[in-house]
């Protein structure tokens, strides 16, 4: 997967990643209007909008970019609807021919993590396979050390699949524990040490392993230092845009030939139309409002280019 | 919440969690031939199966202990008939009195963090209010620090609910991280820190609040250290059992009043039945299976007191 994620970033020339992270606030009048008018205040109607602006995202922005990452917990909010919304959502992206990035940040002891596994293996019920959860790579955290990993590590040794471990992430309070010095360095380094260690045996064609790592778009000089202590660390990097990073800010998170990590925008793609004047407000705007979505996701193609 | 949990342990005279953790090789095969045949090799057979399992359980051992910690990736693989099953167990459990941990292990940053505090909160939709998840606790991952806890706190405030936060967990290689030295301490005892101080706004009648800790019953020493350093915070321990905890290890995890943590078993509940000769094997064994569950919680009743 992370060779294909990389063809696909080439041939899009575009590491822009999608985030498909909806909330009731967001969604345009017209279509909550429509659910709520079919399935009443319930989180089936809810599941129904979610799903439906996240149709009208994709078939605007399929042909730009190479992945989407829909943020599990906007869905899990809503129980078994909203975790079908965020399962369809999986499968239309890569229907067309997206990669689908899981960020459900899962992390536990060596059993269970075999059971979380399941996100990206599928699971075998008496000989039959079902793959349920339709994600090619998901988000993992790394608080429980290596037996909470290996069994996703035993999937990507087998499987075109991948991984991103939680290393730097963008938060305001991010650094509370990844900063704290230790052993003469930092937490995250210990952490980024530990995930180059992981994803030894699964580098591809492109140089890069099939276990990346999370780091964040609002701690440019981290990521500088970051790509150079992993060089074979792919990286997803949350943080840009509304939470305020720039792609000024992230020259550095690129290897010297322009690939080295895919940069996530959740509300400034998919809340786009909220924030431009062509396209009025929640209130007046119809089905072109993923209009608004495909213009910033070039305006981000173009902002990331410019740093390149 | 803490202090309903509190007076349940008293009540009860028994710190005991049951781990509802369910895998298809540990249903009986009467019960496994039952839902296979009825709805084929599917995720909703594992599902119904699961679900019978945990309510004989729980009706052989809800007047015997507080709780019950169902781990929500063992139903998580088998995608929204699985967590169908996990949230309908969460509902029988509450429906017998007991409480209910959902060993869930979330962590992210504020905004998903927020989402995720519905699985206590409930979830709001234009005004109605939905109790979807129906768990009292939950499990809660801190390597993100506190703007991925503070959702969380935000409810505590307000409901009778609770969290554990992850300190030092039971697995093999826990250590890996968490027992860095950073700052003249441990990363665990960095936590630790964080953990109390969350806490302190929601203390209870008992001198316990609502903000708990998870500390492995496969760290005696670090359990007793982790006991003076935090005394308003209840201990969830994981570990007891099948990873090797033992009710002698466990004396330094309570307080000098014989409460202060709740030790979760699960595979040596659960699965009693394959170990006891009472009772057969997989192959034989009826719906009494979860006697043998009610044995193994009495007798590790007499574990911890005698440890007491």
Redesign the interface.
């Known amino acids: 997967m992370i060779d294909h994620l990389i063809d696909k970033i080439k041939e899009t020339k575009n590491p822009t990643v999608v985030g498909l ?1 909806p909330t ?1 606030v967001m969604i345009p009048d017209y279509l909550k209007k429509q659910m ?1 008018g079919k399935y009443g ?3 089936k ?2 599941a129904e909008m979610f799903l439906e602006f996240n149709r009208c995202i994709i078939d605007e922005v399929y042909d730009l970019v190479p992945a989407v990452k829909p ?1 599990i ?2 869905y ?5 609807e909203g ?2 919304a965020y ?1 369809e959502t999986c499968e239309y992206a890569r229907s067309k021919g997206l990669v689908v990035i899981g960020d459900i ?6 059993s ?2 075999e ?2 596994s ?2 990206i293996a599928g ?1 075998d ?4 396979h ?1 793959d ?2 339709k994600e090619d790579y998901i988000t993992v ?8 990993i290996e069994p996703f590590l035993k999937v990507l040794r087998r499987d075109e699949k991948g991984i991103f471990v ?1 290393v730097r ?10 900063d ?4 003469g360095t930092y ?1 995250y380094n ?2 980024a040490d ?1 995930v180059s260690k992981w994803g030894e045996d699964t580098i591809g064609k492109h140089g890069y392993s099939k276990v990346g790592a999370v780091v964040g778009a609002t701690h440019p000089a981290q990521g500088v230092e970051l790509r150079k202590r992993m060089p074979h660390t792919f990286f997803l990097v ?1 943080g840009y845009g509304a939470q305020g990073g720039k792609g000024a800010d992230l020259k550095g998170f690129f290897d010297e030939d322009g690939v080295g990590c895919i940069v996530n925008s959740s509300r400034g793609i998919i809340a786009a139309y909220k924030k431009d004047p062509e396209f009025g407000d929640e209130k007046t705007v119809g089905a072109e409002f993923a209009k608004a979505s495909r213009k910033a996701v070039i305006a981000m193609k173009q902002d990331l280019q410019n740093a390149l």
């Not at 899990?76 to 078994?80: A, Q, R, T, V």
């Not at 940040?105 to 060596?110: N, Q, Y």
């Not at 992430?169 to 990844?178: C, I």
């Not at 704290?180 to 052993?183: G, W, Y």
Request: charged share 20%; hydrophobic share 35%.
């Open positions: 992270d009731v709520f205040k319930t989180p109607a809810v943020q917990a906007m899990e909010m809503y129980g078994l975790l079908r399962m940040k899962r992390g536990d002891i060596g269970t993590a059971a979380y399941g996100h699971t019920i008496e000989g039959e079902f349920l959860w955290n790394p608080y429980l050390g290596v037996d909470g939680l992430t963008s938060n305001p309070s991010s650094g509370e524990l990844q704290k010095r230790m052993e937490l210990q952490v530990l949350p």
